[in-house]
């Protein structure tokens, strides 16, 4: 058995996979957000312990630990450095060694969003095709790149489909930069505007649905119950990073080609079918070659899928 761990901007989510790839322990925490990595490492330990009890194993039992994370991640050094949604994580910090210190098996670190595309790719949605861009809607707007069954990196920063540029001039991003495509659909965007019009006197029931559910930030649940029950501010800006998302992937699409695009994240996943539809829609007066739109589809692997794929990283 493997193990694999997602280390999200919210939720670190473990998994422990048989050799047929199938979950036989799963689990759930929230990430830390005060400390530091050390205290992240803590946390990630015991998500794959929990993990590794629901499949009655012990850790160290383990052939190996695969791990998807967000920042610069480098695999051979063991390493990952500015992981800026995560606490006190700027400099360089070797997470492969301290989670081996803690749990025993070698560790091995592949970027998170791209570990969930290969995942996608030879387990789930992405299976009938050869080419495909994974699209990770959440807190950000993460891409993966397969082209003929490979994984496309670049030189370590490809895909950053959420810094596709849909508005020049436009609205300020978290990267810095303005009118990325995130900036518009990135769930921590929306928030922010979300907060800005609610404060200006825009009626709006999504914090109080987020007090209901006793959560402190606008989670894709919040959003689709917002959506649900009609309300405006919510629709406005779902309309919104649906159009971004409609420019920003068809652009995409006119350099690549591909044949399929995954839509995940956290959002992706929890608005499903009908709103992949809309994407889709969204993205036709944009494509060059409008007649033969590649199939979008949403992944199959739901929110595990980074997890699972981070096992994979044992294998190879
Ligand atoms: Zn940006």
Request: hydrophobic share 40%.
């Amino acid at each position: 058995m493997r193990g694999g761990i997602d280390l999200g901007g919210t939720k670190i989510q473990a998994v422990v996979v048989d050799d047929d790839n199938d979950v036989r322990g799963e689990a759930r925490v929230p990430t830390p957000t005060t400390g530091g990595p050390k205290d992240v490492a803590d946390a990630m330990a015991g998500a794959l312990g929990q993990a590794a009890d629901g499949a009655s194993a012990k850790p160290d039992a383990l052939t190996g630990i695969g791990v998807g994370s967000p920042g610069d991640v480098d695999g051979k050094a063991g390493t990952v450095t500015s992981a800026r949604n995560l606490p006190d994580w700027e400099g360089s910090f070797p997470l492969a060694a301290e989670l081996t210190k803690r749990l025993g098996p070698r560790v091995a670190l592949g970027n998170d969003v791209q570990v969930a595309t290969d995942a996608e790719s030879l387990l789930g949605a992405g299976r009938p095709y050869a080419s495909l861009l994974g699209v990770f809607w959440g807190t950000g707007v993460g891409g993966g790149i397969i082209l003929d069954g490979k994984p496309w990196v670049g030189r370590g920063a490809a895909a950053e489909i959420g810094h596709v540029v849909v508005k020049r001039n436009g609205a300020r991003c978290t990267c810095g930069r303005k009118g990325c495509m995130e900036a518009y659909a990135g769930r921590g965007s929306m928030e922010i505007r979300a907060r800005n019009r609610h404060k200006n006197g825009t009626k709006t029931d999504l914090f109080k649905i987020m007090e209901d559910r006793g959560r402190d930030r606008l989670t894709s649940g919040v959003w689709q119950r917002a959506l649900d029950k009609g309300d405006s501010l919510a629709t406005e800006l779902i309309d919104e990073a649906i159009e971004a998302l409609g420019a920003g992937v068809a652009s995409t699409q006119n350099v690549l080609d591909v044949e399929a695009i995954i839509i995940g994240g956290g959002l992706g996943i929890r608005l499903g079918e009908p709103y992949a539809k809309r994407i889709l829609d969204a993205m036709l007066p944009h494509l060059f070659v409008d007649t033969d739109p590649p199939a979008v589809r949403v992944a199959e692997l739901g929110d595990l899928g980074g997890a699972i794929g981070a096992s994979l990283l044992v294998k190879s």
